[in-house]
């Protein structure tokens, strides 16, 4: 099955700076890369996500990037703020017929700085 | 908000007990999804029900059954529970339809099991 790494486990940056949240997938099947923001006690929340045809998708001060061929995606933020303060999960899905199977990241905790 | 609906927000239940959790999909949605996230991990793939029928499951004993209505509404049971089954339970719902790229799912703000 899918398996999906995410690296890495914790974040810090001060505010302003940028980070990248980095995935890599197993399975070359894998067609839509969904990303997460999870505040504490919240359900997760879709921030962006890319599709296997795009190479890249920028809303605003988020950014996903996508490379097939190392099976690797990333997520970059821009301009921190305090309020980006969460765990993201990254997730890698299976469409086959009716069937969509969602495989998730192990998740970053991301922590900007004042 | 997502349109997706979870009930009970929260419930505490024994060891050996079973567990009834409902999710109401995002009106137009046809798909449901039921993931396990334990503390400070991510959520697991339980099952997904399309057309009232399960066509997916992730690693999960049978004691983890499901159901979808014509509503495309969905309950997720937990027979004989176990202090490992503690956790946040999460619905998603989406639309899916034949072959081609994924389809957004939408997650529900989750039952919270505590199991003693």
């Known amino acids: 099955g899918e398996n999906v790494e995410q690296h890495p486990s914790t974040l810090s940056v001060q505010e302003g700076d940028s980070a990248v949240i980095k995935c890599t997938y197993s399975?070359?099947?894998?067609?839509?890369f969904p990303w997460y923001k999870q505040e504490l006690g919240k359900r997760p929340q879709l921030i962006i996500d890319?599709?296997?045809?795009?190479g890249e998708k920028k809303d605003q001060r988020i950014a996903v990037t996508l490379n097939k061929t190392a099976k690797h995606f990333s997520l970059h933020i821009t301009e921190t703020q305090p309020e980006d303060s969460a765990v993201y999960f990254c997730?890698?899905?299976?469409?086959?017929?009716?069937?969509?199977?969602?495989?998730f990241g192990t998740g970053t905790k991301l922590q900007v700085i004042p | 908000e997502t349109g997706v609906t979870q009930s009970p927000t929260h419930l505490i239940k024994t060891r050996g007990q079973q567990v009834t959790l409902r999710c109401s999909s995002q009106s137009g949605h046809n798909t449901v999804s039921w993931y396990q996230q334990a503390l400070g991990q991510g959520p697991q793939f339980i099952f997904q029900y399309y057309r009232e029928e399960e066509n997916g499951r992730g690693n999960f004993p049978p004691r983890f059954s499901g159901l979808q209505f014509p509503n495309y509404s969905s309950e997720l049971n937990v027979n004989a529970l176990e202090l490992d089954d503690s956790a946040l339970y999460l619905c998603?719902?989406?639309?899916?339809?034949?072959?081609?790229?994924?389809?957004?799912?939408?997650f529900g703000e989750g039952s919270w099991l505590t199991v003693v």
């Open positions: 890319i599709r296997s045809n795009v």
């Open positions: 997730a890698a899905s299976i469409v086959s017929g009716g069937y969509q199977k969602v495989t």
């Open positions: 399975d070359s099947a894998s067609n839509y």
């Open positions: 998603a719902s989406s639309l899916v339809g034949g072959t081609g790229s994924g389809n957004t799912i939408y």
